[in-house]
């Protein structure tokens, strides 16, 4: 597909006039200095292909409703993000040079939380660590699930299918209710919300009728001002455990292993499954090693059996399977936990996990998240393991992997890592991931989240019924935002006056 994207600056130009007069110019970002914080960050550093003609800063919903007038008046594109800080799949860069970016960073209230009913409501720019901090500033009896790195949006993770690992790590599952500003200006509130004074907005997840909040996971379909997300009861005792063991041929016995442990209801976080060099944690077996994560919440009488039935499972794995285990009180602060490993299973957030990465690649390191479903069956993971270890060899690249073990499916995410400042070698890491990505959809194994410079070869794998999804999506686009000014390109979707040449 022929996608052409050049802008009328005029019209963009004559757009952030508007948009400055409207919201003020403190909220409407020109500057070219300025503006060099919204690029890709893991772009080469000279490149200035993904990049802004302004940003600006909504503070509520009127001011939302009110870029996207002033957009359809002059058919200008905007690129809107939470927080931008998901640096491998782009940041807040968009897709479309000169775009205006919408920041939700000053739209960072939480706007509600209920103790007896485990929920919040949040606006775009809260992050992980925002809703943490309210959280143990109110005293309430609440975890959050939290991804590795806690300085993202909860809403931008959440809507980018984004996982954490707590008993609720499935992000897109505990969504409840959106507010969402459509590209003609209307708002629309998701599910039962749609009942004026709804009391359970955000206690049932579904709605009378077809349920409309999945056309915004993904999407540049509409943009969502408000999100309810469910929240972890803090329990008793946490046990934040681990195995470790050097053999790649255990990897199926264990993962088989956690799957039935899992099913069970014994486990009911999602484990990780990582191998490569040493741990913050000091837990690996050294470099070569396999090491796998995973938490039990609960009563402590329950705690116990639950722990014996795990150790027995994974020890009977296989020999050389060691397993080990560390406790906290669910009511302390903070859980306790200091490592990085006990933290992101305990609600905790930090960036620990940048800090290690800048330690081992340096502060000029960018990488990419290879991130791919396959099933959870040990002998598949296995194999998958193998054939990305064949594809990095292909590209001269080093493996490393976190696999997230996902109720029924294994989440793969492996980093592609090069330096920014070299123009040459960056470029080969983007080339290297778009290989990557149709050798293991060949494969059977689809990438499920990906970087913006990416997102057009990874639409290019669902190929099922002659693209049957992708043509859906672009009759959806050309409906619900005629005019093409909501994050053109975003998922490969683009509307319909980019497409073909225009």
Request: charged share 25%.
């Amino acid at each position: 597909m022929t996608v052409t994207t050049r802008l009328d600056e005029s019209s963009v130009s004559a757009a952030v006039a508007a948009l400055t007069e409207a919201l003020g110019a403190g909220n409407v970002i020109t500057s070219a200095g300025e503006l060099l914080d919204y690029r890709d960050p893991y772009d080469y550093k000279g490149s200035d292909e993904h990049t802004g003609a302004a940003v600006v800063t909504p503070e509520s919903v009127g001011d939302v409703q009110e870029i996207v007038r002033i957009a359809n008046a002059f058919r200008v594109p905007l690129w809107t993000f939470g927080q931008g800080r998901n640096y491998a799949y782009g940041g807040p860069a968009p897709r479309v040079k000169g775009s205006i970016q919408v920041s939700f960073r000053k739209m960072n209230r939480v706007l509600d939380v209920d103790d007896e009913l485990a929920y919040a409501v949040v606006e775009p720019g809260v992050r992980f660590q925002d809703l943490y901090e309210h959280l143990r500033a109110g005293g309430y009896r609440l975890w959050p699930s939290i991804p590795d790195l806690g300085w993202g949006s909860v809403v931008g993770n959440t809507l980018d299918s984004g996982r954490g690992y707590t008993r609720y790590g499935d992000h897109p599952s505990t969504q409840c209710g959106m507010e969402v500003v459509l590209a003609n200006g209307e708002l629309l509130r998701t599910g039962m919300g749609g009942l004026s004074g709804s009391k359970v907005w955000h206690l049932f997840r579904e709605s009378y009728g077809p349920n409309h909040a999945g056309l915004f996971f993904q999407s540049n379909f509409g943009i969502v001002t408000k999100m309810g997300v469910w929240l972890m009861r803090a329990p008793e005792v946490y046990v934040s455990g681990w195995a470790t063991w050097r053999d790649d041929d255990l990897v199926p016995s264990v993962v088989d292993a956690l799957r039935e442990l899992m099913f069970d209801g014994v486990i009911s976080n999602q484990p990780l499954l990582g191998f490569g060099g040493p741990s913050e944690s000091g837990r690996d077996p050294g470099q070569g090693g396999w090491m796998v994560r995973f938490a039990l919440y609960g009563r402590e009488p329950v705690i116990e059996a639950q722990y014996a039935l795990v150790r027995e499972a994974l020890t009977r794995a296989g020999d050389g399977v060691q397993v080990g285990r560390r406790d906290y009180r669910g009511d302390d602060e903070r859980c306790g936990a200091t490592i990085h490993d006990d933290k992101v299973q305990g609600g905790v957030p930090g960036l620990e996990l940048l800090e290690m990465f800048k330690k081992l690649n340096g502060d000029d390191a960018g990488h990419l998240d290879l991130s791919a479903l396959g099933p959870l069956d040990g002998a598949d993971v296995l194999a998958s393991i193998r054939l990305r270890r064949e594809l990095y060899d292909r590209h001269g690249l080093p493996y490393g992997a976190g696999i997230i073990l996902l109720q029924r499916s294994a989440l793969h995410i492996s980093p592609i890592v090069f330096d920014t400042r070299d123009e040459q070698a960056t470029r080969a890491g983007y080339a290297a991931y778009n290989a990557m990505v149709e050798d293991l959809a060949k494969a059977g194994y689809p990438v499920y989240r990906a970087n913006i410079q990416s997102m057009d070869v990874v639409a290019d794998q669902f190929d099922f019924g002659d693209h049957a999804q992708r043509r859906l999506n672009e009759r959806l686009k050309d409906v619900l935002d005629p005019n093409g000014i909501l994050s053109p390109g975003k998922q490969g979707i683009w509307p319909r006056h980019m497409r073909d040449g225009g």
